[in-house]
Antibody, heavy 123, light 110 residues
Framework: EVQLVESGGGLVQPGGSLRLSCAAS????????MSWVRQAPGKGLEWVST????????YYADSVKGRFTISRDNSKNTLFLQMNSLRAEDTAVYYC????????????????WGQGTMVTVSS | QTVVTQEPSFSVSPGGTVTLTCGLS?????????PSWYQQAPGQAPRTLIY???TRSSGVPDRFSGSILGNKAALTITGAQADDDSDYYC??????????FGGGTKLTVL
């Protein structure tokens, strides 16, 4: 069974940092691109970032570019999102999602989703 | 800035058929925008329904179908059931290859 489990969320002050993790199981992790999608309280879904299966290509939404860094450890089947210079508007549930291919548009197509981890940025 | 548009809300009777649409503020939607659709039940994580306009994700029943209708992408639900009561989001892929979510449609089954 394909499973994605996010962790690392919590309360952080504005300007602070947080690192999210997503543990994957049930599929060949390195064969698929992985993404982060977030949802602010009471709002819609927003794509945040995607990394190719090899880790060689990364993509970011303009709203997080320069502040967030996506990475992956294929030996440990784990996806990461390093979030720096956090702002109140980054408050959201963060979901990791598996792509349907290693790269390209199909890689950024969301297939399987985790249950999410909540990030709250507040003083 | 390109905006992906969806109806804010829709209602359907149990057993009925409903079509939700996904448009663009500045262009017509075609298959080249690779539309996809996601369902999110209250308090739950999203679930993938459709990608590449009309390809159903694994395990999705065939009463969910995707298409292009006129200048928009469309998600049609036939034989609506109580547990279809959810938010539905479309995604379009821009010339950059990057995805943009629509604002979502809240579907009520009553």
């Amino acid at each position: 069974e394909v499973q994605l489990v996010e962790s690392g969320g919590g309360l952080v002050q504005p300007g602070g940092s947080l690192r999210l993790s997503c543990a994957a199981s049930g599929f060949t992790f390195s064969s698929y691109a992985m993404s982060w999608v977030r949802q602010a309280p009471g709002k819609g879904l927003e794509w945040v970032s995607t990394i190719s299966g090899s880790g060689g290509s990364t993509y970011y939404a303009d709203s997080v570019k320069g502040r967030f860094t996506i990475s992956r450890d294929n030996s440990k089947n784990t996806l990461f999102l390093q979030m720096n210079s956090l702002r109140a508007e980054d408050t959201a549930v963060y979901y990791c999602a598996k792509g349907i291919a290693a790269a390209g548009r199909r890689g950024i197509t969301f297939d399987i989703w985790g249950q999410g981890t909540m990030v709250t940025v507040s003083s | 800035q390109t905006v992906v548009t969806q109806e804010p809300s829709f209602s359907v009777s149990p057993g009925g058929t409903v079509t939700l649409t996904c448009g663009l503020s500045s262009d017509s939607v075609s298959t080249s925008y690779y539309p996809s659709w996601y369902q999110q039940a209250p308090g739950q994580a999203p679930r993938t329904l459709i990608y590449s306009t009309n390809t159903r994700s694994s395990g999705v029943p065939d009463r969910f179908s995707g298409s292009i209708l006129g200048n928009k992408a469309a998600l049609t639900i036939t034989g609506a059931q109580a547990d279809d009561d959810s938010d539905y989001y479309c995604v379009l892929y821009m010339n950059s290859g990057l995805p943009v979510f629509g604002g979502g449609t809240k579907l009520t089954v009553l």
